[in-house]
């Protein structure tokens, strides 16, 4: 089969997978905000003959990951260090459907600018509606058809609140007729058609030890449905209906350096933060009174950073301070192994079964199997020349780089299989 008539079939595979929502990667870390996806294609190799380049555009700056619904796929950029941006994109072709500007970049302290002062929150998809977080701590909800703004909430104006050192960095968060966010120097539920602010809580002083970098998550914790927020110094459960704190317990912190996004598996709370250590924490309910609490179940040695982990069969696959990868036990915290080999400063990932595929702040993907035993690699590619910050995305049989300027896009065949070696393999 030709290139070309490969590229057509799979266009057309494409076309019947977009109109399945459960391919949409709407959010910061996917459909269920795990990084795990369950009923769509999975590469099985990233060689360059099965993983093929789509397409390609040129961008101005930005961290945020892509979001990709239906036929389109947005993204965000910071704009001469002055404005920032979001495009929307024809997944297929690449094409330019529409942008959106705003003045609204600032400068990170200077001890954090070797990494750029770029957009960092990613946005989250609902109802043709795209909820954006720029950096002056600013929420801005667009029409998806042509990017109008829908309506715009300004928190430092708005509450006299301190404007974030390093940003908007937490990503919005959408359940039902609501958006969830922490900005504001707090935890805000809002109406997501008009604006309008439902409850505020765990007000902090914003600024810079203040201001939220992990993002919020939702779980059913003892059959409640709940939000968990992981703040610069404690994780916490807030009731969604009224945002008062079910339960809140103080995560060990470096100067406030809690980044990942908890890992959540029946009632416990995997998190870790940066020069610390690792914790799962078991959230508990009391009879008769309903009363909640959390406390440690295991303490491990090895400190996370920026990377959230993917939680595969009961192990955790985490990427460390170190910049090495660490395989640790859900129920005890025994590390099962950790790599010799060290890797970039970040890596993002989705799992599917026994596979990883991630992507290294250096621009390589890999392929990986999730062993318990061992660290597999079973392919690596180089995919970019630029860092690649951006959380990777994956959306029926595509998926989407945000290199720091540029976007791409690239396709597999999501019924071919490949028998793979354990030896790692380099594809250049």
């Not at 069969?313 to 950790?338: A, F, K, M, P």
């Not at 318990?372 to 910050?389: C, G, H, N, Y």
């Amino acid at each position: 089969m030709s290139i070309v008539t490969w590229m057509a079939v799979m266009g057309n595979a494409l076309d019947v997978r977009a109109k399945d929502a459960d391919s949409d990667w709407n959010q910061w870390r996917g459909p269920t905000r795990d990084s795990v996806i369950r009923n769509q294609p999975f590469p099985e190799s990233i060689a360059h003959n099965d993983l093929v380049v789509d397409w390609k555009v040129r961008l101005e700056p930005s961290y945020s990951s892509p979001v990709i619904v239906g036929d389109r796929v947005f993204t965000t950029e910071t704009l001469d260090k002055k404005q920032e941006s979001v495009k929307a994109f024809n997944r297929r072709t690449g094409e330019l459907l529409w942008q959106q500007t705003w003045d609204g970049s600032m400068k990170v302290p200077f001890f954090a600018a070797s990494n750029g002062s770029w957009i960092r929150s990613t946005p989250a998809y609902s109802d043709n509606r795209l909820y954006v977080g720029g950096m002056r701590d600013v929420l801005k909800c667009l029409n998806t058809d042509d990017g109008s703004i829908v309506w715009s909430i300004d928190f430092p104006e708005m509450w006299e609140t301190k404007l974030p050192s390093f940003g908007f960095v937490s990503s919005p968060l959408v359940e039902g007729d609501h958006v969830y966010v922490q900005a504001g120097a707090a935890v805000v539920k809002i109406n997501k058609s008009d604006g309008q602010i439902v409850w505020k809580s765990m007000e902090d002083k914003g600024g810079m030890m203040d201001s939220a970098f992990s993002s919020p998550i939702l779980a059913d914790i003892h059959g409640m449905r709940q939000l968990v927020v992981q703040t610069r110094e404690d994780l916490a459960g807030l009731d969604l209906s009224t945002g008062s704190v079910l339960w809140q317990i103080e995560v060990p912190s470096f100067r406030g350096m809690n980044i990942l996004t908890p890992t959540i598996q029946n009632n416990s709370i995997f998190t870790s933060s940066y020069k610390n250590k690792s914790w799962l924490y078991e959230i508990q309910k009391h009879d008769p009174n309903q009363t909640w609490s959390a406390k440690e179940s295991w303490v491990g040695r090895s400190p996370a950073y920026m990377s959230s982990p993917v939680l595969i069969d009961n192990h955790l696959y985490v990427h460390l301070q170190s910049q090495r990868l660490v395989c640790i036990d859900w129920s005890t915290g025994e590390t099962r192994w950790t790599s010799e080999r060290s890797f970039g400063k970040y890596w993002s990932m989705i799992a599917q079964g026994d596979k990883i595929l991630a992507l290294d702040q250096n621009g390589t993907l890999y392929l990986v199997l999730a062993d318990p035993e061992k660290l597999i690699l079973l392919q690596e590619r180089k995919v970019s020349d630029e860092d690649t910050w951006a959380h990777l995305a994956i959306s029926g049989n595509q998926i989407f780089i945000r290199e720091l300027n540029g976007l791409i896009a690239m396709s597999f065949d999501p019924n071919k299989k490949f028998a793979h070696s354990i030896e790692p393999k380099s594809i250049e």
